[in-house]
């Protein structure tokens, strides 16, 4: 038992020794495809763990309101602003895309529902991210893969392809 205690009291004496000299543990993985830099120790944040994290929990197909399905969701945390790509298809119920960037219902009834699906996404952002507000964030919304709107500082816009049933629906 005392051999033990010894053994593991000189293994602690290493490591702290070695701590305060200032030796660093540096695991030997190099990538030789890649450039140096990119082999080199790296950190991330708080809000890149978080952001990595949601990407992985909610890059699914999944219903995101009672007219859109959410196919392909990320985000990226930038210094300036919080970036991300949401990209959605219609439920079965509110089928009213066309296609190529067309619906068959008025802009005002697509910018209710895609505001509808923007605050969803603004909510499952800010339970580990409350501080990650519409002044931040730039959504990049698609339909199918196929651009669609913008959301940022709060208001979204539409691309300039995008074309819409005139009138009411």
């Not at 702290?16 to 030796?23: P, R």
């Not at 699914?60 to 210094?79: A, M, R, V, W």
């Not at 960037?101 to 910018?111: H, I, K, L, P, Y």
Request: net charge neutral; with cysteine.
């Amino acid at each position: 038992m005392k051999r033990y205690i010894t053994i593991i009291l000189m293994g602690l004496i290493l490591l702290l020794t070695g701590f305060l000299l200032g030796l660093e543990i540096k695991p030997n993985r190099t990538h030789p495809y890649l450039p140096p830099l990119c082999s080199e120790p790296y950190i991330p944040t708080s809000t890149e763990w978080k952001s990595l994290h949601l990407t992985a929990e909610y890059n699914n197909e999944q219903g995101l309101t009672n007219k859109f399905i959410q196919t392909h969701f990320s985000c990226y945390p930038y210094p300036e602003w919080f970036q991300v790509i949401l990209d959605l298809k219609c439920q079965p119920t509110w089928n009213h895309y066309l296609g190529n960037g067309a619906f068959d219902v008025s802009e005002e009834e697509v910018r209710s529902a895609l505001m509808e699906a923007v605050k969803v996404v603004m909510k499952t952002i800010q339970v580990p991210m409350p501080n990650v507000t519409d002044d931040v964030v730039k959504m990049e919304i698609f339909i199918r893969g196929f651009p669609l709107a913008v959301y940022e500082k709060g208001r979204l816009n539409f691309k300039e392809n995008i074309s819409f049933k005139k009138g009411g629906s």
